[in-house]
T-cell receptor, first 116, second 114 residues
Framework: NAGVMQNPRHLVRRRGQEARLRCSPMKGHSHVYWYRQLPEEGLKFMVYLQKENIIDESGMPKERFSAEFPKEGPSILRIQQVVRGDSAAYFC??????????????FGQGTRLTVV | KQEVTQIPAALSVPEGENLVLNCSFTDSAIYNLQWFRQDPGKGLTSLLLIQSSQREQTSGRLNASLDKSSGRSTLYIAASQPGDSATYLCAVVPMETSGSRLTFGEGTQLTVNP
């Protein structure tokens, strides 16, 4: 049973380009969360998605960032016109249930985005 | 708004020592609390999950406690080993948010010296 898979592991983009980060949740998990970890900072929530639905995007920057979780395929976090400040590690987590006392979130290895 | 604080930010101990990492949260209305381990350049590994109705959880040399009313959790590591060196993160699922969205502390960077 593979864990949460994120790709690519490392991504280098020039300023102004687009970055597409992919996350395949664990088998049987239909809830996906994206987090961002800026250098020397903690993880911050960005967006929570279920299949074909955005449930909570309160942590997403208002511009240039978007996320989707289609019926088929991985969840995608898209960053348009990247800037140096977007350089960070982006982590995806998945859970089987939306919320129960013992619902554990499982994390992927992250995608480290570097904007040059 | 829920905030999570971890003290100390960094800790260096000799091998074999027992140690305690601290986590505090401002709003006691939480669903559960998780402790994670993060190795440099790697993802997060879940160590322990404590439900809001529980007081502690144990796994091997790790023991985590939860005092919801005072907004505190501790992670106790017994007989520390160099392989325990990593950043330890505490995170809560606040009642006020959706799903299993986590609010993280800044982490404690642990170094265990041989």
């Amino acid at each position: 049973n593979a864990g949460v898979m994120q790709n690519p592991r490392h991504l280098v983009r020039r300023r102004g380009q687009e970055a597409r980060l992919r996350c395949s949740p664990m088998k049987g998990h239909s809830h996906v969360y994206w987090y961002r970890q800026l250098p020397e900072e903690g993880l911050k929530f960005m967006v929570y998605l279920q299949k074909e639905n955005i449930i909570d995007e309160s942590g997403m920057p208002k511009e240039r960032f978007s996320a989707e979780f289609p019926k088929e395929g991985p969840s995608i976090l898209r960053i348009q016109q990247v800037v140096r400040g977007d350089s960070a590690a982006y982590f995806c987590a998945s859970s089987r249930l939306p919320r129960q006392l013992n619902t554990e979130a499982f994390f992927g290895q992250g995608t480290r985005l570097t904007v040059v | 708004k829920q905030e999570v604080t971890q003290i100390p930010a960094a800790l260096s101990v000799p091998e074999g020592e027992n140690l305690v990492l601290n986590c505090s949260f401002t709003d006691s209305a939480i669903y559960n609390l998780q402790w994670f381990r993060q190795d440099p350049g790697k993802g997060l590994t879940s160590l322990l999950l404590i439900q809001s109705s529980q007081r502690e959880q144990t796994s091997g040399r790790l023991n985590a406690s939860l005092d919801k009313s005072s907004g505190r959790s501790t992670l106790y590591i017994a007989a520390s080993q160099p392989g325990d060196s990593a950043t330890y993160l505490c995170a809560v699922v606040p009642m006020e948010t959706s799903g299993s969205r986590l609010t993280f502390g800044e982490g404690t960077q642990l170094t265990v010296n041989p």
